[in-house]
T-cell receptor, first 116, second 112 residues
Framework: DTEVTQTPKHLVMGMTNKKSLKCEQHMGHRAMYWYKQKAKKPPELMFVYSYEKLSINESVPSRFSPECPNSSLLNLHLHALQPEDSALYLC???????????????FGPGTRLTVL | DQQVKQNSPSLSVQEGRISILNCDYTNSMFDYFLWYKKYPAEGPTFLISISSIKDKNEDGRFTVFLNKSAKHLSLHIVPSQPGDSAVYFCAASGRYGNKLVFGAGTILRVKS
């Protein structure tokens, strides 16, 4: 299984809603990532989990809250978002560099988020 | 501070010809370089990579060249096919840590 899955594919939410994005991989990868991508821009790193511990937070506002319940799952909890948070949210996974391997990151299809 | 630069926003190539996409980087600590292809509303798909100990890596129609002294890499696609039309991102990784730094992307259009 060389796939990263993400649910839902599309999400529309109001600024007072609470929602969660989910990501799953079964490649035995121990590093998992959340990226945000706006139109015509490259993916922008938000968070990195390494061996289920948060290792990088790229100064993301607290209205985005990541969670890694186990080595296969990654969640992104959303609360009180702003319209400018509308974007494609991508999950990725890779081997961890600490294991001595190079880290091709494999991306999921993304969740298209619209904040009204 | 853009550490990975793709200076050509777009490239148009005739089907069957060679496509050459370029990427420059500034951080000498980068030791692993990757190319990703992305269709609209989909996640990036890993294409090919190269470590800093090599200067060339080939996979089918795709070849990546690395010139460390010039801090430059390029992706060659031969022959180009209409299905190759997509956005191509160059990315780089340092020796330690899991962070990838992406370039701004180049839109490739292959005309039939």
């Amino acid at each position: 299984d060389t796939e990263v899955t993400q649910t839902p594919k599309h999400l529309v939410m109001g600024m007072t809603n609470k929602k969660s994005l989910k990501c799953e991989q079964h490649m035995g990868h121990r590093a998992m990532y959340w990226y945000k991508q706006k139109a015509k821009k490259p993916p922008e790193l938000m968070f990195v989990y390494s061996y289920e511990k948060l290792s990088i937070n790229e100064s993301v506002p607290s209205r985005f809250s990541p969670e890694c319940p186990n080595s296969s799952l990654l969640n992104l909890h959303l609360h009180a978002l702003q319209p400018e948070d509308s974007a494609l949210y991508l999950c990725a996974s890779s081997q961890d560099r600490a294991s001595g391997t190079y880290n091709e990151q494999f991306f999921g299809p993304g969740t298209r988020l619209t904040v009204l | 501070d853009q550490q990975v630069k793709q200076n050509s926003p777009s490239l148009s190539v005739q089907e069957g010809r060679i496509s050459i996409l370029n990427c420059d980087y500034t951080n000498s600590m980068f030791d692993y370089f990757l190319w990703y292809k992305k269709y609209p509303a989909e996640g990036p798909t890993f294409l090919i990579s190269i470590s800093s100990i090599k200067d060339k890596n080939e996979d089918g129609r795709f070849t990546v060249f690395l010139n460390k002294s010039a801090k430059h890499l390029s992706l060659h696609i031969v022959p180009s096919q209409p299905g190759d039309s997509a956005v191509y991102f160059c990315a780089a990784s340092g020796r330690y840590g899991n962070k990838l730094v992406f370039g701004a992307g180049t839109i490739l259009r292959v005309k039939s």
